[in-house]
C-alpha cells in the first residue's frame, strides 16, 4: 500500500459529450496493490489525504478524502459541516487505474461520473 495521487476528469454526459479535462479532480488516497481504497491505511494517513476540486471558470475548493462511517468515501470540504459533502459511489468497491469510471454526488445534488485520467506514486 502507498498514497497516490489521483486525477478524475469529467466524464462524457449530455452538457459535455466529449467529457473534460477543465472539470474534475485531484487528490491523495491511499490505495492497495490492485487501486482499492485503503480503510486501514487511510486511518494512518488521513491528514495527508487531501482533494482539490477544479472546475473551468470556478475557484478551486480545497478539502479532504474522508472515510464516512457508514463504509463510504466522500470529499470534504468543511469539517464542520456536512451539506457541502461530495460522497462516491460505492468507492469501496471501484479501483483507481487509468480508465475506469467512478461516479461522485456533487454539492449540486447532481451524480456525475468522472474517468479515471492518472494515478501516480506520491513522492
Known amino acids: 500500500m502507498t498514497l497516490r495521487h489521483v486525477r478524475l476528469e469529467l466524464a462524457r454526459d449530455h452538457e459535455f459529450p466529449t467529457g473534460s479535462r477543465d472539470r474534475g479532480y485531484e487528490f491523495v488516497a491511499p490505495l492497495d496493490a490492485a487501486g482499492y481504497l485503503d480503510a486501514a491505511e487511510w486511518r494512518k494517513t488521513r491528514d495527508r489525504c487531501r482533494v482539490k476540486r477544479f472546475w473551468a471558470h470556478e475557484s478551486s475548493q480545497l478539502g479532504h478524502l474522508v472515510h ?56
Not at 460505492?90 to 449540486?108: A, C, M, V
Request: proline residues 7%.
Open 68 to 123: 464516512l462511517p457508514d463504509g463510504n468515501w466522500a470529499f470534504d470540504y468543511d469539517p464542520a459541516q456536512s451539506s457541502d459533502d461530495e460522497p462516491g459511489f460505492k468507492l469501496d468497491k471501484h479501483r483507481f487505474i487509468p480508465g475506469e469510471y467512478i461516479s461522485i454526488k456533487e454539492s449540486d445534488g447532481i451524480l456525475r461520473a468522472f474517468l479515471v485520467r492518472a494515478v501516480t506514486d506520491l513522492d
